[in-house]
């Protein structure tokens, strides 16, 4: 018996039904045309600052919409897509940009960074973003992906990141599974160095790539290369963190907290300024109490749940993602957090950047080998072994329900891995061809316009309307609360929320 299917038979039922998923999707808002929307954050979705279900990410453009924590699929899947209806009913003629790699966009300079009112909050959530414009280009921060978040009862901090290290390792199968962002707009790579190929006046692309957002084109920084965070422990883990926060940078001490006219333009000249910014296909989590840093409450109260962040959107799916492909992930991580975990080392983290990279940019090369160990394997081989070993996983899910949902979704997995061509990524690139004349964004504004309509066709309960209006009228009576109570300068306000005393127990 393998270790994994002896950690799967002492898993109670009760723990298993105790999984909990909740979903974090962005999309950029667009216009018509196809372009980026530079209007303000509709005032109908309410304050971007304190929504609980509808806020924006990097830029104002940007919206990002917000499951609570469900214990099924289908509940997730409903929440998400009636936050979806509440928002296209205050959208007018924008649209919803159903790709990953953004619609067509004006120079960096005119890419508009959220805002977030006057409260010292509200102001550092925007220093923090014009820092991420300087460091990386405001370009980069408008791709959209879907953050999946997941917990199993009784974990601890230890099967927490045994958990992580192996998703590490095998997140490679997610990207060619579900990766579907093969092509971009030339507008996202102008003035920029890329290895794409033309494929039309209108679109660049890998012939074979699966996602480019997780490739180096996407969330990627020279500057955190150098970071080889260790995922060994909670230990390990926040102290790499701690250094990356604390440690002021000489290129960015060089641009400097502020500009010439006294304005910040940054929130820290470390490393990262916030937690926020080390980027990663995964994460450990907790939530957080007002004002409190996350690798404070991390250290704190250990880990609560870890948020997968590799996930494309699927722009043939009107919420982004398929009921199915949750699904599988449920039954990834469970084979990430079942199987054996040895410890990560600096070499292995190097290995695994190298296989996400090559996977993204070339996932579907016949042929293709990733590194494992000392060695080249198939990445096809190595998938399809990992998919083999969920069997069981799947199955005692299935038995919890009595349905083969579960089954299901593996056995679609494996059949899709051995016709790549009904991959995602490669559907989008035979339907640009076939009937966009080539181009990403004629594909995605199509495909963008069919999704309003679908979901504006759907049944939507006046309750639930008036729910999501309550709570956009609730979530500017509570900016207004926070702005009045204000009363520290905010360059103090920055200073002791900086404090390296409060990354600490």
Same mark, same amino acid.
């Given at each position: 018996?393998?270790?994994?299917?002896?950690?799967?038979?002492?898993?109670?039922?009760?723990?298993?039904?105790?999984?909990?998923?909740?979903?974090?999707?962005?999309?950029?808002?667009?216009?018509?045309?196809?372009?980026?929307?530079?209007?303000?954050?509709?005032?109908?979705?309410?304050?971007?600052?304190?929504?609980?279900?509808?806020?924006?990410?990097?830029?104002?453009?940007?919206?990002?919409?917000?499951?609570?924590?469900?214990?099924?699929?289908?509940?997730?899947?409903?929440?998400?897509?009636?936050?979806?209806?509440?928002?296209?009913?205050?959208?007018?003629?924008?649209?919803?940009?159903?790709?990953?790699?953004?619609?067509?966009?004006?120079?960096?300079?005119?890419?508009?960074?959220?805002?977030?009112?006057?409260?010292?909050?509200?102001?550092?959530?925007?220093?923090?973003?014009?820092?991420?414009?300087?460091?990386?280009?405001?370009?980069?921060?408008?791709?959209?992906?879907?953050?999946?978040?997941?917990?199993?009862?009784?974990?601890?901090?230890?099967?927490?990141?045994?958990?992580?290290?192996?998703?590490?390792?095998?997140?490679?199968?997610?990207?060619?599974?579900?990766?579907?962002?093969?092509?971009?707009?030339?507008?996202?790579?102008?003035?920029?160095?890329?290895?794409?190929?033309? !494929?039309?006046?209108?679109?660049?692309?890998?012939?074979?790539?699966?996602? &480019?957002?997780?490739?180096?084109?996407?969330?990627?920084?020279?500057?955190?290369?150098?970071?080889?965070?260790?995922?060994?422990?909670?230990?390990?883990?926040?102290?790499?963190?701690?250094?990356?926060?604390?440690?002021?940078?000489?290129?960015?001490?060089?641009?400097? &907290?502020?500009?010439?006219?006294?304005?910040?333009?940054?929130?820290?000249?470390?490393?990262?300024?916030?937690?926020?910014?080390?980027?990663?296909?995964?994460?450990?989590?907790?939530?957080?109490?007002?004002? =409190?840093?996350?690798?404070?409450?991390?250290?704190?109260?250990?880990?609560?749940?870890? =948020?997968?962040?590799?996930?494309?959107?699927?722009?043939?799916?009107?919420?982004?993602?398929?009921?199915?492909?949750?699904?599988? &992930?449920?039954?990834?991580?469970?084979?990430?957090?079942?199987?054996?975990?040895?410890?990560?080392?600096?070499?292995?983290?190097?290995?695994?950047?190298?296989?996400?990279?090559?996977?993204?940019?070339?996932?579907?090369?016949?042929?293709?080998?990733?590194?494992?160990?000392?060695? =080249?394997?198939?990445?096809?081989?190595?998938?399809? =072994?990992? !998919?083999?070993?969920?069997?069981?996983?799947?199955?005692?899910?299935?038995?919890?329900?009595?349905?083969?949902?579960?089954?299901?979704?593996?056995?679609?997995?494996?059949?899709?891995?051995?016709?790549?061509?009904?991959?995602?990524?490669?559907?989008? &690139?035979?339907?640009?061809?076939?009937?966009?004349?080539?181009?990403?964004?004629?594909?995605?504004?199509?495909?963008?316009?069919?999704?309003?309509?679908?979901?504006?066709?759907?049944?939507?309960?006046?309750?639930?309307?008036?729910?999501?209006?309550?709570?956009?009228?609730?979530?500017?009576?509570?900016?207004?609360?926070?702005?009045?109570?204000?009363?520290?300068?905010?360059?103090?306000?920055?200073?002791?929320?900086?404090?390296?005393?409060?990354?600490?127990?």
């Amino acid at each position: 018996m393998t270790r994994l299917t002896t950690a799967l038979k002492a898993l109670s039922p009760d723990r298993l039904r105790g999984m909990r998923r909740g979903i974090e999707k962005e999309s950029l808002r667009a216009q018509p045309s196809g372009s980026l929307a530079l209007t303000p954050h509709p005032a109908a979705l309410g304050s971007a600052l304190t929504h609980p279900r509808i806020t924006t990410d990097y830029c104002e453009s940007q919206l990002e919409l917000i499951t609570g924590v469900h214990d099924s699929v289908e509940a997730c899947e409903t929440e998400l897509t009636q936050i979806h209806q509440f928002v296209y009913r205050a959208l007018g003629d924008e649209r919803l940009w159903v790709g990953s790699m953004p619609c067509g966009l004006p120079g960096d300079e005119s890419i508009p960074i959220g805002r977030y009112g006057s409260s010292n909050l509200g102001r550092a959530k925007s220093i923090y973003r014009m820092g991420l414009g300087l460091r990386y280009g405001r370009r980069m921060q408008t791709i959209s992906g879907i953050h999946y978040n997941w917990s199993l009862p009784g974990l601890s901090n230890d099967e927490h990141f045994a958990l992580i290290r192996n998703f590490r390792r095998q997140a490679f199968v997610l990207l060619q599974l579900f990766g579907a962002s093969p092509a971009v707009c030339p507008s996202f790579v102008e003035g920029r160095d890329h290895e794409l190929q033309r !494929l039309s006046e209108h679109s660049l692309y890998l012939p074979h790539a699966t996602s &480019l957002r997780m490739g180096r084109l996407g969330y990627q920084s020279d500057a955190q290369a150098a970071l080889a965070v260790s995922y060994n422990s909670l230990e390990s883990f926040a102290g790499s963190l701690h250094g990356a926060l604390t440690r002021p940078h000489p290129p960015y001490e060089a641009v400097g &907290l502020r500009n010439l006219g006294g304005e910040y333009q940054q929130l820290a000249t470390s490393l990262i300024q916030i937690e926020n910014e080390f980027y990663g296909t995964i994460r450990p989590k907790r939530v957080i109490r007002p004002g =409190e840093r996350p690798l404070h409450a991390l250290r704190e109260r250990g880990v609560e749940y870890i =948020e997968v962040r590799c996930m494309d959107l699927d722009p043939f799916v009107p919420v982004g993602i398929r009921a199915e492909t949750m699904r599988m &992930l449920d039954v990834f991580l469970l084979h990430c957090l079942l199987s054996d975990s040895p410890p990560d080392t600096p070499e292995e983290i190097a290995r695994m950047a190298h296989n996400q990279h090559r996977t993204a940019a070339r996932g579907r090369e016949p042929g293709l080998r990733l590194e494992r160990g000392g060695a =080249e394997v198939p990445l096809m081989e190595w998938a399809a =072994e990992i !998919l083999y070993e969920c069997r069981p996983i799947a199955a005692a899910l299935d038995a919890l329900d009595g349905g083969t949902r579960h089954t299901t979704a593996l056995a679609n997995a494996v059949a899709a891995l051995d016709a790549p061509a009904t991959l995602p990524s490669a559907r989008v &690139l035979d339907a640009m061809q076939r009937d966009f004349e080539r181009s990403y964004t004629r594909f995605i504004r199509a495909q963008s316009d069919a999704t309003r309509e679908h979901l504006m066709a759907l049944p939507f309960p006046a309750e639930v309307q008036a729910r999501f209006e309550a709570m956009s009228l609730a979530s500017v009576d509570e900016q207004r609360r926070i702005e009045a109570a204000d009363t520290q300068p905010f360059e103090l306000w920055r200073r002791h929320y900086l404090s390296p005393e409060r990354l600490t127990i």
